[in-house]
């Protein structure tokens, strides 16, 4: 049985987010945005500007507990980057800071690499036994994952 249509679909819905993800690129060369996430104890904050994504969080408590975005961001960077690669950037870190650059090219390769996957690759049939050892190994990463984060 060929999946045809579920396929077209899947490529389609990630082209669309691709068109959007470069207008969103285009974009923050003119006008910058920032969106601010507030936890109980952290705030996460994602900016784009310049062509670039930063990812910043703060762990400490910003004494707001809104959602905030606009066009221009409030609390600016260190600016000071540890690492710095092809525009990835590992930004400065201490105990109360620590964020990450990454341009909006990568995002671009990432969501047309996922709408070209179901063509890519032949489909397989597989078995309930391979699908509960793909689960199982999921699971195990997320629970890592969480792990690290505390």
């Avoid at 389609?12 to 207008?23: E, F, K, R, S, Y």
């Amino acid at each position: 049985m060929d999946h045809r249509k579920l396929r077209i679909a899947w490529s389609v819905a990630w082209g669309i987010a691709a068109v959007l993800l470069i207008a969103l690129w285009v974009r923050s060369y003119q006008v910058g945005g920032y969106l601010s996430m507030p936890t109980a104890t952290k705030t996460i904050d994602i900016v784009a500007e310049e062509g670039e994504l930063e990812c910043r969080l703060f762990l400490y408590d910003m004494g707001d507990q809104n959602l905030h975005f606009g066009l221009r961001d409030p609390q600016p960077s260190h600016n000071t980057a540890v690492v710095h690669f092809l525009g990835f950037e590992i930004l400065y870190v201490d105990d109360f800071y620590c964020g990450v650059t990454f341009p909006y090219w990568f995002g671009v390769f990432a969501v047309i690499v996922m709408a070209i996957a179901p063509w890519a690759f032949p489909t397989y049939r597989f078995s309930l036994r391979t699908l509960l050892i793909a689960t199982t190994l999921v699971a195990i990463g997320l629970g890592l994952i969480v792990w690290v984060a505390r």
